[in-house]
């Protein structure tokens, strides 16, 4: 089969096109003809930091985590699957899990669901690692009806997906964004736009709270931000963060009483840890896409697989609005 993989790890253009052979199905899991993968900030960093990341797969590695595609072949022991359904999902990329960036994969179907029905092929690529992202941080944020929802980074990835969903929960739901596109395309999404460049935390938690704080800040952005979300959260308030990898002082959030939930979704995928709540997520959001509730917003810019490079270079240099998708 075609792909791109990497004999080293490094810059975009350490992508080779490859003909490599097509993997066998094995017990509790189907062969997928991919259709489409999308490109997420963990696959940048794994092609550009190698084994600093204990995730990262040994060489050559075929890379790529997200996709969407149809079932070419079910293995022993699989329920629920039969060939030609129209499948997505995150199952590969890291580790010792080949990933999404070739004509096939073997995909664990503890990882996988069927395809939401109104979405296209790209569409549902775009979906799996933000959108299971995103309603893992809620939910275990306890959203809940009437709540103030706050969203930091409401336009990437993991946030135009966050911001849906809490709307979904019935939350009112605001979000912070850096630009005139940014703020338009929140504000498209039902959430209120706020310009963290031009409003301080404490302007805009008096402006939508009248100072009492958010019940729920989703942090996307995390690291030094979530100093701000401590300061924009309620009195035991809930923040979740999704980039927690940093030394922050505590004090505010201790005063404040308020519950941290870091959301690392690649666990079950690392250390094959409870897999299955990923197919129950991935069913979750198939539903309320088609109920209407949530759609994935893709970049313009369309990429083939020989191109997969470009689509890095566009992903890190911030440049694309929506999930980046390379057509497979």
């Known amino acids: ?35 489409a993968t999308s490109i997420n900030t963990v696959d940048t960093m794994i092609r550009e930091m190698g084994k600093e990341l204990p ?32 499948v997505y999902g995150c199952a590969g990329g890291l580790g010792d899990l080949p990933g999404t960036l070739a004509e096939y994969m073997v995909a664990d179907v503890n990882l996988i669901a069927h395809k939401p029905k109104k979405l296209t092929m790209r569409e549902a690529a775009a979906l799996p690692l933000v959108g299971i992202t995103a309603y893992e941080g809620l939910v275990r944020a306890g959203v809940s009806k009437g709540q103030k929802v706050l969203v930091h980074g409401g ?13 979904h929960f019935g939350a009112q739901v605001y979000s912070t964004g850096g630009g005139d596109k940014q703020l338009e395309l929140i504000e498209k999404l039902g959430a209120t736009g706020i310009n963290y460049k031009t409003e ?23 690291g030094a931000n979530l100093t701000n979300s401590f300061e924009a959260a309620a009195l035991n308030g809930q923040v979740a963060s999704t980039v927690a990898m940093v030394e922050l ?40 896409v088609d109920a209407g509730d949530l759609q994935p917003v893709l970049d313009d810019q369309r990429f083939s697989l020989e191109e997969v490079g470009k689509a890095h270079d566009r992903l890190s240099g911030g440049q694309a609005l929506g ?6």
């Open 1 to 35: 089969m075609k792909a791109m993989i990497i004999k080293n790890y490094g810059r975009s253009d350490v992508f080779e096109a490859a003909q490599i052979d097509t993997p066998e199905v094995k017990p509790g899991h189907v062969l997928v003809k991919i259709a």
């Open 55 to 86: 995730l990262s797969p040994d060489l050559p590695a075929l890379l790529g985590m997200d996709f969407a595609g149809t079932v070419e072949e079910v293995g022993d022991g699989v329920s629920g699957y039969t060939v030609g359904d129209e």
């Open 155 to 167: 336009s990437g990835g993991v946030g135009h997906v966050a911001l849906q969903l809490a709307r």
């Open 200 to 222: 301080t935390v404490a302007a805009y938690v008096e402006k939508h709270t009248g100072g009492s704080g958010f019940d729920v800040v989703f942090d996307s952005v995390g």
């Open 249 to 288: 002082d505590l004090s505010l959030a201790h005063f404040k009483g308020l519950s941290l939930h870091v959301v690392f979704m690649l666990i079950p995928m690392i250390h094959n840890y409870k897999r299955e709540e990923h197919a129950k997520i991935l069913r979750k959001l198939a539903d309320i």
């Open 323 to 328: 999930k980046i998708v390379v057509e497979v």
